[in-house]
């Protein structure tokens, strides 16, 4: 799991763009699958992404496939989520995580958060 650091949130209008960042510590970071979970209010935390640690495979929740894109940086320990036409329903608190990333799903073993990054889509 590791320690993980979510930044880049903030304030956006309908249909703006916004990229989150996730510094990793703690961990072989290029020998870890890494991906994204976000919790709206009043709802249950929910994965919405993830890339794999030895063939880039990617998962996107079906709310976001097309919209957001996840991308690795292993020499820097980050991970990027660039999303795209936010809508309001993506206002929600984003946490990174560790975990196993597969075509269709990203599940976490250890339920363990950090700070996670706020982001707010809203006219």
């Known amino acids: 799991q590791g320690q993980f650091v979510e930044s880049g949130g903030g304030l956006v209008h309908p249909g703006g763009s916004l990229r989150l960042s996730c510094a990793a510590s703690?961990?072989?970071?290029?020998?870890?699958?890494v991906g994204w979970f976000r919790q709206a209010p009043a709802k249950e935390r929910e994965p919405i992404s993830c890339?794999?640690?030895?063939?880039?495979?990617?998962y996107y929740s079906g709310s976001v496939k097309d919209r957001f894109t996840v991308s690795r940086d292993n020499a820097k320990n980050t991970m990027s989520l660039v999303m795209n036409m936010l809508k309001p329903e993506d206002t929600a608190v984003y946490y990174c995580?560790?975990?196993?990333?597969?075509?269709?799903?990203?599940?976490?073993?250890?339920?363990?958060w950090g700070q996670g990054t706020q982001v707010t889509v809203s006219s």
């Open positions: 703690g961990i072989a970071f290029e020998y870890y699958a």
């Open positions: 995580a560790t975990g196993v990333c597969r075509i269709d799903s990203f599940l976490i073993a250890r339920d363990s």
């Open positions: 890339i794999n640690w030895s063939d880039n495979t990617t």
